[in-house]
């Protein structure tokens, strides 16, 4: 026992997580790429073109069930839809849970954050925004706690921890929540009942300009989306709009990649 002590604290210390942090970088049409595999999963960090982390804001984005970061970073063209954004954001796509019977991979905002810091880019100190689709509301639930976190948007994915954001709606005013609805319209529309500033659209405008000013302004907009749930990701039309309500300054267009 007295040998084995030693062998477990050298397995839990900090650099030995560290030595089991593989990065690979690259560079991609939208911006610059990092894929950090740690031991609790796959972090996806984009730096677009034009992107100044003086007046920066965090986008972070959480997959559905039934997904992998992985598979919806190449299928779905994720590096492309946040870039489309035109949001001078870091961009960090995240693993998360699989299915009910799998675990949540990154509970903690704080963890992820430090991993990015440490082996993609040094942070920028601007608003974090977390976009959720389907499942991925489970684990921003995790992260309501997180002092920084201010801005919500769950793509068809309200479907459960209620009270937990409403409790995260009401802690602080700078809080807003964005719904984008297809099959959770009915719990989602439950949740905004009898709340004040709230805004409802029947769709999701083709472009930010779309939106009327109450609607951008409002602490809790709920869209009933004519995409289905999977199209909600997968159209590229969806996805790009909506985070422009999340108060992030823009790319001046002469900054942004011309393609």
Do not use: C
């Given at each position: ?17 560290e ?23 796959v ?17 972070l ?21 946040l ?41 920028p100190?601007g608003?974090?925004?977390?976009v ?46 964005v ?45 009933r ?10 159209s ?9 309500l999340?108060?992030?300054?823009r ?9």
């Open positions: 026992m007295s040998r084995l002590f030693p062998t477990l604290l050298a397995l839990l210390s900090p650099s030995f997580v030595a089991r942090v593989h990065v690979q970088q690259d560079e991609l049409g939208q911006g610059r790429h990092q894929r950090i595999a740690a031991p609790s999963g972090i996806h960090v984009l730096r677009p073109r034009g992107y100044r982390r003086e007046d920066a804001g965090v986008v984005y959480v997959h559905g069930f039934n997904n992998t970061v992985d598979r919806t970073w190449r299928e779905d063209r994720l590096a492309h839809q870039s489309k954004s035109g949001l001078n954001a870091l961009f960090i796509a995240v693993a998360a849970p699989r299915s009910l019977m799998d675990t949540v991979k990154f509970p903690d905002l704080g963890r992820v954050l430090a991993l990015v810091s440490r082996h993609a880019t040094r942070l100190t608003r974090i925004v977390a959720g689709h389907s499942g991925g509301y489970w684990t921003i639930a995790s992260w309501l706690d997180h002092a920084r976190l201010e801005r919500i948007v769950l793509l068809d994915g309200m479907y459960g921890f209620v009270a937990e954001y409403q409790r995260w709606l009401a802690a602080d005013r700078r809080h807003r929540i719904f984008v609805a297809r099959g959770t319209a009915r719990l989602s529309r439950r949740f905004i009942r009898g709340l004040k500033g709230v805004a409802i659209r029947g769709d999701v405008p083709a472009t930010f300009e779309g939106f009327t000013r109450r609607q951008r302004g409002a602490r809790v907009l709920h869209m989306s004519q995409f289905s749930h999977s199209g909600i990701v997968k590229g039309k969806v996805i790009p709009v909506v985070l422009q999340s108060g992030i300054a790319i001046p267009r002469t900054a942004k990649n011309p393609s």
